[in-house]
């Protein structure tokens, strides 16, 4: 019998082992806020050439809060088998490759593995497509939904001339600038279908696949970008960024990580090495963050209270247009007013729980929230009704929970660090006042005489 029960814990044990091991790459990218959100990639063949075929491509942003901003998107893949690309229209690769075998005219991109950009705004209009052109950048639906998509032709050859004969590229890779998709394998589905501008013709392509990318902080970067900071009108506390939040001050292992505000080498930094890569250059903090966000509860009404959310920029190399932030707090189904951000509510919980927020700048008002300096910082109040059953000050619930900012998860301060009711605070215990007293003891002693 012993023999068996080792021999089950065994199997067990190599059971577990495979289950691990099998399991997708993806399950590390799932976001609790926004678990169906994604990137889609739609690769469309639109016609047939001598030796290939021309293909519209288009990257989709289903994902509710997380944009790609600017330097834009990478994208990558490996040639299933000896294709070449001829040309692009909207994109085009970053390196060409060793095209030497081809005579005249070289193709485009001879690479094995290619790396493909946006174009820039401005571009020729004989080299744009719909939905191309804006430097890699990809609004969400919630912001921007008009500017959620974009897209490139590109005409590749050597890759066979029918649906039988044409295999579809692997590996592919997106960053946004950096790495932090995780993207699955091509599939191909129904082939896609174009109504015509009158609306009265439907075309379709000649052949489709899909390949879905899933987002991973922990992939995008080792470190978070944003920090909270905390105060309130009760106490004079105010509870700043955890030390270190994303990084720490070290001129001996780090040099050049951080320049102060008043430095005389201030403008030289910016320009320095790491201008042109996106590499940030924050100011000197304690936190080192190149955003903090600061939620300060402000005022308390009778059947309302009012916050004041403040957003500075610390980083002397980044402006960050149509931000966004997302917050959580159990009030956030009882937001009355709001001054100058957009709000939406998400409701990741199948919409059972109104307690997640996404907030965005107004356009052309605060949707750029500009480099570190007495510029780089966006503010907004917002006024909540009351719940009687579950408002208190007490305990730091007047505090969001979980602050994103353009996706990232931000370091909150330790709970036990919160600014705290005092013991005989005002809004727990009424003090009486002079003219108060004097009138309680008056009416104490006429009441005596009746």
């Known amino acids: 019998?012993?023999?068996?029960?080792?021999?089950?814990?065994?199997?067990?044990?190599?059971?577990?082992?495979?289950?691990?091991?099998?399991?997708?790459?993806?399950?590390?990218?799932?976001?609790?806020?926004?678990?169906?959100?994604?990137?889609?990639?739609?690769?469309?063949?639109?016609?047939?050439?001598?030796?290939?075929?021309?293909?519209?491509v288009t990257m989709f942003n289903y994902q509710q809060f997380r944009h790609i901003d600017a330097p834009g998107w990478q994208l990558g893949w490996a040639w299933a088998k000896k294709e070449v690309i001829w040309s692009m229209v909207g994109a085009?690769?970053?390196?060409?490759?060793?095209?030497?075998?081809?005579?005249?005219?070289?193709?485009?991109?001879?690479?094995?593995?290619?790396?493909?950009?946006?174009?820039?705004?401005?571009?020729?209009?004989?080299q744009q497509i719909a939905n191309c052109c804006k430097a890699g950048v990809i609004k969400t639906f919630n912001q921007d939904p008009g500017n959620a998509a974009s897209s490139f032709q590109i005409s590749v050859g050597l890759a066979g001339t029918t649906n039988k004969t044409?295999?579809?590229?692997?590996?592919?890779?997106?960053?946004?600038?950096?790495?932090?998709?995780?993207?699955?394998?091509?599939?191909?589905?129904?082939?896609?279908?174009y109504l015509s501008a009158d609306g009265r013709r439907v075309t379709q392509a000649l052949m489709s696949w899909n390949v879905t990318c899933t987002y991973s902080q922990f992939l995008a970067q080792k470190t978070p970008t944003c920090c909270v900071s905390l105060s309130s009108f009760?106490?004079?506390?105010?509870?700043?960024?955890?030390?270190?939040?994303?990084?720490?001050?070290?001129?001996?292992?780090?040099?050049?990580?951080?320049?102060?505000?008043?430095?005389?080498?201030?403008?030289?930094?910016?320009?320095?090495?790491?201008?042109?890569?996106?590499?940030?250059?924050?100011?000197?903090?304690s936190h080192m963050c190149p955003i903090r966000i600061h939620w300060h509860v402000k005022l308390n009404y009778k059947e309302y209270w009012r916050v004041k959310?403040?957003?500075?920029?610390?980083?002397?190399?980044?402006?960050?247009?149509?931000?966004?932030?997302?917050a959580q707090h159990p009030n956030f189904d009882n937001i009355t007013k709001l001054f100058s951000f957009n709000y939406k509510p998400l409701t990741p919980y199948g919409g059972r729980i109104n307690d997640t927020a996404m907030f965005w700048g107004m356009k052309f008002y605060n949707d750029l929230l500009n480099q570190a300096g007495p510029l780089g910082n966006a503010q907004s109040e917002l006024?909540?009704?009351?719940?009687?059953?579950?408002?208190?000050?007490?305990?730091?619930?007047?505090f969001p929970r979980r602050v994103y900012f353009n996706g990232d998860n931000c370091v909150m301060p330790s709970p036990d660090s919160y600014p705290w009711l005092p013991n005989a605070s005002p809004l727990t215990k009424q003090p009486m006042t002079l003219s108060v007293l004097v009138f309680s003891i008056m009416l104490a002693t006429l009441l005596a005489y009746v």
């Open 92 to 126: 085009q690769a970053t390196e060409q490759g060793d095209c030497s075998k081809f005579k005249s005219s070289p193709p485009h991109c001879c690479k094995k593995e290619p790396t493909v950009v946006d174009l820039l705004p401005g571009t020729p209009f004989n």
């Open 383 to 398: 006024l909540m009704r009351k719940d009687s059953e579950t408002f208190t000050f007490d305990k730091g619930w007047a």
């Open 234 to 285: 009760y106490n004079d506390t105010i509870v700043n960024c955890p030390t270190c939040s994303c990084g720490c001050q070290n001129n001996i292992t780090r040099p050049g990580s951080c320049v102060n505000e008043n430095s005389p080498y201030l403008q030289s930094a910016i320009n320095g090495p790491g201008k042109y890569t996106g590499q940030p250059l924050v100011q000197c903090t």
């Open 309 to 326: 959310v403040t957003i500075t920029n610390f980083n002397y190399r980044m402006n960050y247009s149509d931000w966004n932030l997302v």
């Open 166 to 193: 044409v295999k579809v590229p692997k590996n592919f890779t997106l960053k946004a600038p950096g790495p932090g998709y995780t993207c699955g394998r091509a599939l191909v589905g129904r082939p896609t279908k």
């Open 1 to 56: 019998m012993a023999a068996v029960g080792g021999s089950a814990a065994c199997c067990a044990v190599l059971l577990a082992a495979v289950l691990l091991f099998s399991a997708p790459a993806t399950t590390e990218a799932y976001d609790s806020l926004d678990p169906n959100g994604n990137i889609t990639i739609k690769w469309d063949i639109i016609s047939w050439t001598a030796d290939g075929y021309v293909a519209t």
